[in-house]
């Protein structure tokens, strides 16, 4: 057991810091050929228990190795072709880790008896780079005067309409390492375009069947496909296909029954009189369609209603519309038939483990709401009000508003300073369900500011019909100001005349949208690691919500954040960016200055030196000045 928590710490540590950092084991196991003498010890990038056994799988230079167990001292290596930046085995290159697989996602799988490893590589040969400086100021030595001038570090970085990683699900047999490895390909849909592979799993413990997803390079056709034995023909199972305009969020991997014949996958509620609350997700049981005998064809809720499915554990999610399910890959690799279910909020976090047959509860995982609700009940905590309101053409926005402690119905002569909080990117949501206390809820009760979050066309928790390709054209801007003007018209204790606007990414980039506007509602607004040009952007993200340049070059024209820079107010700005975010490259940020140069607007800009987009290292600093700007600009007061 401890073994095994080891290595699922040494795991997630390395996902968390992200971008391939490797670390080092207690006992960093020497990496040799098979048969071979042993080399030097290599740090690690990765570890994983081999299905239900006590073999270990490796990575090690972006390449697989393979020990019998955790007391041997030799490694018998599964592949040979790895490469630094340039060809990854077992371990996804930058993009699949950006942007299509997450940091949780490992890209080798085991059967459960250990006899075959189903892997992943990636080739970036063709995939341009851009380089970055490092000054290495948070090293230990940065108090001492550096020796040498800063280096430079580069990463392969696709634009759109450029190269892409390609992608192979190979499988080896760990019994036989001389036999050569098996590609599955993907669906004959696939031939003659670009894909990318979004998951991939073991079905069942005879090692006969795998599933594999995929998704057209465009991101508006996604099939789950079955590979079996013995010729390893991936064949189409199961695919959605987007609405015109649109495109499909990648989800996590479907979760099998026991036997194989059906599968759980997550869902976004779309419609329905009762599906209109903002942020709702649940979780979907589908019969699989290539079965013989398919009980059922429409996916059916478990979570909907907690009185069907989950009657015997109704009263742990009481409280509960936003949920996430998952199986942990340790237990998805024992062949184990049952998921984890949370609940994200609007309640504390409480989650359990249940059978995936009959749903019954296995038992509860934890729950934070003796210890916690108690606690917070003392504290005052901004009112959390939800709502829609509506915009042209028949659309609608979710509206979230945090109200300070000092608000009251009746105050109706008050003037409240408001933030308004745009999130970082499309397919994402800013208003929702889940439990959160972060930075607006400690701005709205320290300084008494309305905190209002939005979600227009293009956030996940509108459903997939809100979703698409028009996000960066001018349509989408205007629905933020659309819906900022209605709330200003409906709730008259909102300050007109000290309403400020802020976002990181995406949301840095509707700032600058924002207050480029003629007309524009917003005092002033602060905009971090703001995507800029398009054209700079990653391929994976700017092709979901903007097409290929060749087939929309004039949409990559009008959403670029140059185009009316000259109507920013003087110090209306505070631009902040990281010299080493990977996520928007500062590149974003010095073409963005430039054209502010050019047109004579004085603004604020801050850089960090060694920091990345979530700027970790510098959180307090980046805080508070942050919070010091809008206190100039808004005129706030602290409640002490």
Known sequence: MASSLDIYYINKCFNLFSHQIPVRLTESPSSVRSGGKPSDRRRLQGAWWCGNTTSLVLVSNNDLYFRNSPAEQIDHRITFNGEPDILYNGVPDWLYQEEILGGDRSCAWCSDDGSHLMYTQFNDTLVRTFAYPWLGVNSPQSNKRPSTFPTT???????????????????????????PHIELKPPPIFDNQEYYLTSAGWVNRENTKISAVWINRSQNVSVISYCVAPDWICRET?????AENGWIDIQSHPVFSEDGGSFLVMAQVQEGSHETRPGQKHMYVVKDPATDEPLRTQPECITCDLNHYLKHSAHLYT?????SAFIPPLLFNDGVTRYVLECDGPGLPVAGVHNSYDHRLVRQLFSSRAELGERLAEL?????????????????????????????????????????????????????????????????????????????????????????RRVGSTSQLQHYLTAIRYLLD??????????????????GYITIRALSSQHTLFKCGIAISPIAEWLYYNSAFTERILGLPSDNYKLYVEADAFQRTKHI??????????????????????ALTTSLTDQ??????????DQGHDLTGVLEHLYKSMEEFLSQCLNLDRNE
């Not at 608000?407 to 990117?425: K, N, S, T």
């Not at 505070?574 to 500062?586: C, E, K, Q, R």
């Not at 004579?600 to 030196?609: D, E, M």
């Open 238 to 242: 199961h695919s959605e296909r987007a």
């Open 490 to 507: 409906k709730h008259k204790f909102f300050d007109r005349t000290r309403i400020a606007v802020w976002g990181r990414g995406y949301g």
């Open 319 to 323: 409280n509960c519309t936003y949920f």
């Open 569 to 590: 107010e003087n110090m209306a700005l505070y631009l902040v960016h990281g010299l080493a975010d990977i996520s928007v490259p500062y590149v974003h940020s010095a």
């Open 380 to 468: 005052a905590l901004p009112k959390q009000r939800t709502f829609e309101v509506p915009l042209a053409h028949g659309n609608r926005a979710q509206v979230q508003l945090l109200l300070p402690p000092s608000w009251r119905e009746e105050l109706r002569d008050a003037a409240y300073p408001v933030l308004v909080h745009i999130d970082g990117r499309p397919g994402s949501e800013s208003v929702s369900e889940r439990y959160n206390i972060d930075w607006g809820t400690y701005m709205s009760s320290r300084f008494d500011i309305v905190y209002v979050k939005l979600d227009v066309g293009g956030s996940i928790g509108r459903g997939s019909k809100a979703i698409n």
């Open 600 to 609: 004579g607007v004085l603004f604020r800009y801050q850089s960090y030196a």
């Open 153 to 179: 570090t580069t990463v392969r970085y696709p634009t759109p309409g450029t190269p892409n990683p390609t992608v192979r699900l190979l499988l080896a047999n760990l019994t036989d390492l001389d036999q």
